[in-house]
Structure formats: C-alpha cells, structure tokens
C-alpha cells in the first residue's frame, strides 16, 4: 500500500513518503515521512499494526514521522521492540528526536500513567554497506547504495520465491538500479520531475528524470512501475503533471504497466 506519495512540502492529497509491504502477516513499512502516521490510520493499519521500519534515508521529508510512530504505537499498547533498519545515524537520530526531545512527556506518562517504559523501545540496524539486510525463511532484503545529495542512502529490493519488490530511495539516475530491478514485479521509483523543473532547483541534481526511468525500467525489464515522491506537483500550474511524465516513462518502457501512485493505493503483486 500506499501510504505517502508525495516529498518534502505539504500537499492537500499526498502525505511524505511512507509504502508498506504486508508478507507473512507483517507490516514492514519503507519510510516514515509527512503524515505517514495520520495516513497509516486514514487507510486502516492502526500504528501499533507497524511490525519493522526501513529507512532509505535521512533528509526530513522520509523519517520526521519516525519519533511519533514509535511514541504513538506506545501510546496505543505496543508491548514489542520495534526493529527500526536504516542509514548509519538513525539511531542517533531517535536518541536526540525522541528520547531526548521528549524526555518529559516520557517521564510524565511513566510516572503518572504507569506506562511501561521499555515498551516505548526500539532497537536499529545501522547500515553502511550493500548487502542483504534481513532474511526470513519465505522472503529477503537486498540494498543498494546511489548517490543522492551527499547522503548515505538504501534502496530495498524484497525477494520471495516468485516475487520482486524494489522501493527505490531518492537517487540520482544510477546504471546500477537497472540490475537492482531487473524482472521485478513492482518497483516504486522517485520520480520528482522532468529534466526543465530539475534545471531551475539547486537540488535537481539529486533526482532522476522520467527519461532516466523509462530507459533504466525497459532495460529492468520491471513489469509494474509506481511513481512516487512527486515534487514537481507543489510547484507546476499543469494539474496533469504527473501524468505526463508516466507518458514519457510509458513511451520509452511500453511493455511495463506505469502508474502514478496516489495515497491509499493498495496493489497485490
Ligand atoms: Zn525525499
Ligand atoms: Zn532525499
């Protein structure tokens, strides 16, 4: 599912990012971003339902919701550790964004509600190099690192034994992504805008363009491609934006089903 399509700045329709995989009666969620929270709830997976957390990532717009999916799943009964797997720093993250930004609403509940104080808990997997990251008998997780404004970043690709997920991390355009999404069944791809937007940011360096997407996708040979992280939208005037550049991407990757995500979509693969 769905939970997030949109980036970095508020949006009527699209909350930060945040893309949930239900394998094995798990909710692994990939992100945690603006509105991840509110959103998880809006589409029916209650908070305290989150069973692992991956971060692609440490820019804002992907782990801002993180603090408060760990206080509020607390708040409503989670009695488990939270396994939390990310970039080498999120675990400092959480120690200076939670425990300590909140160290007095923690100590209040524990002292006046009884809360259990190790059911608020967390425990990080730091990654600093590509491998796979988490193996279970029915399904693993592989990560690869691109270059993305200076930021140690992952995208995941989910393997089961007839299955493959690839959630791409913001990246720019990296020949090493086609081999990460080669066959896959659904690969979701940040796709913030086209070459000319990109060309008026500072940070249009950091993206890939919908061209780099329908090449790298044909090549993949990706069968369904989600675009995601759609920054584009809070600046141009063409409410049909997106859908132009699933065009591009559709024109250059014509055997691949291209789909402009929206928040709530639910896809089975
Ligand atoms: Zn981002
Ligand atoms: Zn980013």
Request: contains cysteine.
């Amino acid at each position: 599912m769905v939970a997030g399509s949109g980036a970095v700045r508020a949006h009527p329709t699209r909350g930060g990012p945040c893309y949930v995989v239900t394998i094995d009666g798990q909710n692994l969620i990939f992100d945690c971003g603006r509105c991840a929270v509110h959103n998880l709830s809006r589409f029916g997976l209650p908070v305290e339902t989150v069973s692992e957390v991956f971060i692609t990532h440490l820019h804002f717009d992907h782990i801002c919701d993180l603090p408060l999916l760990l206080l509020l799943s607390w708040n409503n009964g989670r009695t488990r550790t939270l396994p939390i797997v990310g970039p080498r720093g999120i675990a400092a993250f959480l120690e200076q964004g939670l425990r300590q930004a909140y160290a007095a609403d923690i100590k209040s509940r524990v002292e006046h509600s009884k809360k259990n104080p190790t059911h608020l808990e967390w425990i990080t997997t730091e990654l600093t190099k590509e491998g796979i990251c988490r193996e279970t008998e029915t399904y693993k997780i592989d990560t690869l690192i691109t270059r993305h404004a200076g930021l140690l970043n992952f995208s995941y690709r989910l393997t089961t034994t007839d299955k493959v997920i690839v959630i791409t991390s913001d990246s720019e355009p990296d020949p090493r992504l086609v081999e990460f999404c080669r066959q896959a069944d659904l690969v979701l791809i940040e796709c913030s805008g086209t070459k000319e937007f990109y060309a008026s940011k500072d940070w249009g360096g950091w993206h890939m363009t919908p061209e780099d997407i329908g090449r790298m996708m044909h090549e993949a040979g990706a069968k369904k491609v989600i675009l995601k992280h759609l920054v584009i939208e809070n600046f141009s005037p063409d409410p049909h934006i997106s859908e132009s550049m699933a065009a591009t991407i559709r024109a250059l990757h014509p055997a691949g089903e291209i789909v402009v995500a929206r928040d709530g979509m639910r896809l089975t693969v």
